[in-house]
């Protein structure tokens, strides 16, 4: 509807050009991108896309090897709700693990790093869990290096365990196993890394490759290790930065403080940012007036992997937008402002995910090569044989890909990760629970919920074919 009236032809023109394409739409249906050059095409007309317009504005400088230098780790904590995330984070945060440092961590910003007595750094989010680490992704942005994967030794691999589990390995992100707990009497840390193996998650002790670690975090024993194997494991990664370049980085949190403005906490994570510099952060924009650490100390610049507490913007990012240091004011000035524009435009049609309908036309464009799948239902049995079936629907033009899988209601961190994953959500004899269908509605996540398991099949092997009709 939107594109006839912009080109002024009739609605039934362009419902006619996509269907000789073999699409079937109706008027208020939204294209992607392909499908709308090539409509515009047929009636004589081109589409500008302005959103990667902006994006292109925002210079890529191209790294020469030379330039890089390594960069500390970038760590999130993730696990089930008790298991001891935030005890290991505050473990960290006030112990002298850290060696040469003058007082201990005081202010909250998000983020803090730490120095070993090796004199390596690892920085860690300050949010703990994978709904933080994956309402970023889901924003586009992929902070963390490794992920810490706590799990309480008198406890067992719990749903949120699971989900943490699959939030990292859908990100890409390598794990390193925190075996929580292991202080008290009955706990037995050999029984995890059992169900662990179960899981086809080998650790080192069992022949594996992921690493893990016995702790306790209430103790601090076992702590120090972890964090040599978080090291360990950033050597494997390789990580790099040219600290002399105009900073980028992401935003981790930002609040107006009544006293002294907006205050934002960026990660660097290539280049170095200082006092003075015009910077964009989402919507917002404005000059660096001051910046502190996360110990209150006024500082100067920021290199790669910093956590740094900025004053100066002229409003409040949001977790996840990306940050980036300009040369003049006014550059920085203009993207914000055309952002904000197509932020206030775009809020009433956000971005279209994939549907279980729309599979079969992806397909027949060619450029739709992997299907994700998340997989939830009523009993563990149910959703075995689930996850099997669908994967060996898969073709040689089509990857099926069951992302995460488990028993138990459709959570809103499923729904993240759907969004983030571009995921479609499948329910046997369970349905959306609390605010997640609310979301799903939001996020445009297509949930299909089924009682036979044929149907679902059959279902998605129709969607597979492009037989199944798009609802109207
Ligand atoms: P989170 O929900 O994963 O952030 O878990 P918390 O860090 O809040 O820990 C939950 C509970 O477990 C708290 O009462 C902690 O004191 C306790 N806890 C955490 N780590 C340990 C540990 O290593 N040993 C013991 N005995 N208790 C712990």
Known sequence: GEIATMMDVPITKVIGTCMSLGIMVTMNQRLDAETLSIVADEFGYEVEFITSDIEDAIEVVEDKEEDLVHRAPIVTVMGHVDHGKTSLLDYIRKANVIAGESGGITQHIGAYGVTLENGQK??????PGHEAFTAMRARGAQLTDIAIIVIAADDDIMPQTKEAISHAQAAGVPMIFAINKVDKPNANPEKIKERLAGMNLLVEDWGGKIQSHDISAKMGIGVKELLEKVLLEAELLDLKANPNKPAVGTVVEAFLDKGKGYISTVLVQAGTVKIGDYVLAGKNHGKVKAMHDERGNIIKEAGPSTPVSILGLDGAPTAGDKFNVFADEREAKQIAAKRSQLMREQSVRTQKHITLAEIGRRIALGQFKELNIILKGDVDGSVEALSDSFSKLSTEEIQIKIIHK??????????????????????FNVRPAGNAKQLADKEEIDIKTYS????????????????LSPEL
Do not use: P
């Open 406 to 427: 488990g028993v138990g209601a459709i959570t809103e961190s499923d729904v993240l990760l759907a969004s983030a994953s571009d995921a479609i959500i499948i329910g």
């Open 452 to 467: 036979i398991i044929y149907d679902a099949i059959d279902d998605l092997k129709d969607a597979m074919e492009g037989m």
């Open 122 to 127: 690892i920085a860690f989010l300050d949010t």
